[in-house]
């Protein structure tokens, strides 16, 4: 992506020579060097500080009371099928699914939440049941199957709190309670991530225009290495901190997703640059920035090249990026050559 130019005045005022109306010389006599006229695509980025984290944060509370008995360690990876803690010294069980755990399932139920949780089970390798929404004797038998592999009363019911759903594995951030601690219902117990690797950027909300949801990106490592990214959350956030009345601050929390999840293995908590684009022009004709001429008469022009003469041509310009600047005007095509002074 194209280096942003800030200022584009400043710019312009380092550019070029004054020809004073002059429009025809020799070639040889003014040339040091000479370059083509270039149609692509420019793009203006700016580039913001950002933190390396983990993606989807949740709080996993109890559904109720008891003690707590264990807990999985910080940055544990929980895969389906395993315990994240233990309430009483039986098992909180995480499952994948984007539908809350919201009730008990047992015998005659029926719903989304049932399809799910069967998904589950057939995916830890229990069968003898059909996944649909419908919780049957064959379901409940596979049930008592699972519970005796966990070491828990063989009911057949999956009571609520058995189990958490989440989207993807959960690695664990935070214990947010201690073992042999009483909890009640919705008490928390840990805070959890996904497993993907994300940066997190907080841009003033002036600038809000730079991060819609979607939009490319790229992420500049501690070490060098670029990886392409995408924005996928921005979220207002309002920092009332001073309190007493004072002004509150307002900013956008932008969060990046990183395609190379390869390069981020030896990283914890790092510093990242994200580079989002301010600005783009497609197909359009471009120069180097050092190209441009300062016309006597006001504006900007080139020089065109051809053969050993030369002669000056007024240019509009456009976004200046990475070192080049769009360009047009009556007679400039593709292909031209240009003076680059010294």
Known sequence: MAVVLVGGTAALAAVGLDWSGETD????????????????????????????????????????AGTVTSMAGVGTVIQRGQALFRIDDKPVIVLIGTLPAYRALSSGIE?????????????????????????????????????????IDETGVVDLGRVVFAAAPLRVETQSASVGAA?????????????????????????????PVGAAVEVTLPNGKKSAGKVIAAETVVDDSEGG???SETTLEVTVS?????????????????????????????????????????????????GASSRVMAVETGLFAGGRVEVSGDGLTEGMTVGVPS
């Not at 919705?186 to 730079?210: K, M, Q």
């Not at 999840?261 to 120069?287: C, G, H, M, P, Y």
Request: aromatic share 4%.
């Open 258 to 306: 990183i395609d190379d999840q390869t390069a981020l293995a030896t990283l914890d908590r790092a510093a990242v640059t994200v580079a989002f684009t301010a600005s783009k022009r497609e197909n359009v004709l471009t120069i180097p920035v050092a190209a441009l001429l300062a016309l006597a008469e006001g504006g900007y022009g080139v020089e065109i090249v051809e």
């Open 183 to 211: 909890v009640q219902a919705s008490t928390a117990v840990l805070s959890c991530t996904g497993t993907a690797r994300v940066a997190t950027v907080e841009l003033n909300i002036g600038d809000a225009r730079l991060a």
């Open 25 to 64: 010389k020799t070639a040889r006599d003014r040339v040091p060097a000479t370059t083509p006229v270039t149609r692509q695509t420019l793009v203006e980025t700016k580039s913001e500080s950002g933190e390396l984290g983990y993606d989807a944060p949740v709080t996993v509370s109890a559904r109720a």
């Open 245 to 247: 009345g004072g002004d």
């Open 111 to 151: 719903g989304a939440d049932v399809k799910q949780f069967e998904t589950n089970l057939a995916a830890l390798g229990y069968d003898g049941f059909t996944v649909d929404e419908e919780y049957t004797g064959s379901t409940a038998s596979a049930v008592r199957e699972w519970q005796e592999d966990l070491g």
